[in-house]
């Protein structure tokens, strides 16, 4: 948007000013009042030549001098005295006129009472006009102009902005509008975005929360989320070019998922809510297009996944057997955080029989161990989605999280003799060693333990990760609270 | 390509190598950083079931473009 010089709307410092558009008909009513009032101003929102016999009437039509004065209703009547408000009245009220103006006669055969209307300020289809002129200065962005016979979506494709399905173009409004989510200034620096180390503003995670298709309040998540990824330990660029599938995934913890509406339950890693959908996408589309992570470029993927359009969900804290995921990674209780991680595709784990926690430890035990290859320990991260009705037996047993990671890392030392190469007739595994000590499975912290899903179903799932540690890519847990 | 531009700006003289897959990566992201031309190897692809013998194989093969990349200036 071209930063226009407007000229600064004044009026006199010392009378009455009035704020009416035509279209009301409390103004109307008010016309004769108006005209008969000495010395007053008249400002008008819609027709320059209402109301009729006012001598000092101006066209406001532009809506300056309403912005300036904060109209909400008219008619609004307003004194000043040196320049200084000295008060205001809205709609029609004869003893409130009279009072005001200190005209006693005034609007003989009028109503004694008539409430005013919406300030055109207030109309939906100005005030996103109103809202760029006033804070688009503030913006910084490239503007694009996108011809009028063009097909806005269309032209987003075809720019390269989208990940493959169609987004929100955007407009200088809605990339205001998103900037209310934050306290945070446009121009702040969030992070420097890989593979291009491109700083991320504010801004322009904003811009692609909009492209995402985010509401406002969800952009303290994906800053957050933008903070986390970005870091030395997540290694954000690493896992872009990497020839994994694996992308970024952000489970949210604390108050905030509840306050926007977020799914923690039936369905919780599947679509449908607009929350999950989108924050998740909005990272991957900073990924994309401020930090130049695309497919075939610099994001080698030999196959990726479906959740590497977005990937993010909730945890249901509520119902949990455990602390929250955030609580147990350092997180204060009641506080809003969101835990970024390397993600494949999740992978349901059924055991509709075991009542007993170990019992139902090896067979998620068994489903973890799959992940990367069956023979292969130390190298790959994973995170194990716990269901409710597996939940429960945990529960029942009194087993923490930190219990069922203590059985699970029993049950995850790998027999050498199972995965050396050639074992089973796969020449995959490590190494032949003259050792033969267990080897675990995961390297210390290698996996996540979350709850979330629907009530029913006997099945959690297993998220195989990436390479984890230093070189590959580790969790990493940021508050939401310091973005809002 | 980032560890190319860290060492090149550290003065330290070097060349990327990768395999034939990583050309389109390596041209994309040389691109970004504000490279038109990066002195680039690459060998055939795959890497990841070489033997040692096979990849002293490969070495030995690309040495002298390596050589080249790094002297050609």
Sequence with gaps: MPTEERETVTWPADGLVAVVKQDCPTCRLVEPVLAGLPGLTVFTQDDPAFPAGVADRRDDTDLDASLALDIETVPTLVRFAGGVEQGRIVGWSRAQWAEFTGVADLGEGLPEYRPGCGSRTQDPDVAEEILVRTRGGSLRARRLEIAALEDEAEALFDRGFTDGLPVVAPTPARVLRMLEGTSRKPDEVVAVVPPNLAEATVEKVAINAVLAGCRPEYLPVVLAAVEAACTDEFNAHGLLATTWGAGPAIVVNGPIRGEIGMNWAGNALGQGNRANSTIGRALQLVIRNVGGGRPQEVDRAALGHPGKVGFCFAEDEEGSPFEPLAQSRGVPAGRSAVTVFAAEGPRGLADQISRAPESLARSLAQGLRSVCHWKLPGGFDASLVLSPEHGRTFREAGWDRARLHRELDELLLLDRAEITRGAGGIDEGVPARASDRPVPKFRPGGYMIMYAGGGAGMFSAVIGGWAGGPGGSAPVTREVDPWR | ?73
């Design chain 2, 1 to 73: 390509m980032h560890d190319f531009v860290a060492l090149e700006g550290r003065g330290v003289i070097a060349a990327f190598l990768a395999s034939t897959q990583f050309v389109v990566a390596a041209e994309a992201q040389a691109k970004a950083l504000g490279y038109r031309e990066v002195p680039s190897v690459f060998v055939p692809h795959p890497i990841q079931d070489r033997t040692d013998d096979e990849l002293r194989a490969l070495a030995d093969a690309a040495l002298e473009e390596v050589l080249a990349a790094v002297t050609r200036r």
